[in-house]
């Protein structure tokens, strides 16, 4: 033998001395489910160990994250049924919560980096990430809106606003209606290559967010499909987005890799609640080791080539 492979194996020095990837708290974006009320911590029934958080406990989450180095966060809303209308007024509420919330992050910690999903979901009562209409969820009357959120988004503190709709040309109408309204520090991080998943179904139990008709697969891409991840993600590179995501994440390697090979801005991929609730739920019954399947999991995406990544599990994974 000219070479043993297993030289490089040996010992853990040599193995740390030749690894290929690491994963440090500076990778994480850490998403945040955030309610209304007082005092409120709600376990998501699907998510075990995530919970919805009321302003004041996102108070306390927000120093925790900081204090254990992780810097960027990814805000969402539950609305109430009440709030939920066609219009999906609740989204463009300038008290709505929202905006509190970015508020409240930056009140609490002006150096975390904030950024907020945009669509039109949680303010449905359909549950699509668009307006409606009979049974056809609307591209342009949709962009509009996404457009004026991100606006409003910004003006409360927004660093980032992520939309997540997969409508057509929405980053672009973000980009501009951000540049009109002086916003010129704000980011785009877009959803590009989103594909329709069964892997959200525990993250539209945080939000009470189901699709009340159909599905998705209108706007969300077909997993069958891989080139036209490329053209969607080139189409948000030209539009204007400044991150592009890859999502899910763990299914979806091959399409973070062909991402990374393709573009020169920062590609971010989503580990999602359903890639969360099967280690969980396999941990729970013991068969498999929590632990070692987080960091193997988060290194597979980072290794396929995701510059950042967003993971209920950053906690788990930097705490230990
Ligand atoms: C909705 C949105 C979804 C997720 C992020 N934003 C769900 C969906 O598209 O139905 C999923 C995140 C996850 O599953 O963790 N705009």
Redesign the pocket.
């Known amino acids: 033998m000219n070479r043993r492979n297993r030289t490089l194996r040996k010992s853990p020095a040599i193995r740390e001395l030749v690894a290929e990837t690491t994963i440090t708290p500076n990778d994480f974006i850490v998403?945040l489910f955030v309610t209304e009320g007082k005092n409120v911590k709600e376990e998501i029934s699907s998510m075990p160990n995530y919970y919805r958080l009321s302003l004041d406990n996102l108070k306390t989450e927000i120093n925790e994250l900081w204090s254990l180095g992780l810097k960027s966060v990814l805000l969402?809303v539950k609305v109430p049924d009440s709030l939920k209308d066609e219009n999906c007024s609740e989204a463009l509420n300038k008290n709505g919560l929202m905006v509190r919330a970015i508020q409240t992050v930056k009140e609490t910690q002006p150096e975390i980096f904030v950024m907020t999903?945009v669509?039109l979901?949680?303010f449905s009562p359909h549950?699509h990430?668009g307006l409606v209409k009979g049974y056809e969820i609307l591209n342009d009357e949709t962009v509009k809106v996404l457009a004026e959120m991100s606006v409003l988004h910004a003006s409360a503190g927004a660093d980032f606003v992520a939309p997540?709709?997969m409508m057509d040309g929405r980053v672009k109408a973000i980009r501009s209606a951000l540049e009109l309204n002086g916003f010129t520090k704000t980011g785009i991080l877009s959803?590009s290559a989103?594909y329709a998943?069964c892997?959200?179904?525990?993250?539209?139990d945080a939000?009470d967010?189901?699709?009340g008709f159909g599905d998705?697969k209108t706007y969300?891409m077909d997993y069958r499909n891989r080139t036209e991840a490329i053209k969607e993600v080139l189409d948000d590179v030209n539009e204007g987005a400044d991150i592009v995501m890859v999502?899910?994440a763990g299914a979806y390697l091959d399409i973070i890799r062909e991402v990374k090979n393709t573009v020169n801005i920062p590609v971010a991929a989503?580990q999602?609640?359903?890639?969360?609730a099967m280690i969980k739920a396999a941990s729970q019954r013991g068969w498999l080791n929590e632990q070692a399947a987080i960091i193997e999991s988060l290194t597979a995406i980072k290794r396929a080539g995701a510059d950042l990544i967003a993971s209920?599990f950053a906690k788990d994974f930097v705490r230990r």
């Open positions: 998403p969402f999903d669509a979901d949680p549950g990430d997540s709709d959803y989103k998943s892997f959200y179904g525990p993250f539209r939000l967010s189901a699709p998705k969300q999502k899910p989503y999602v609640s359903g890639e969360y209920y």
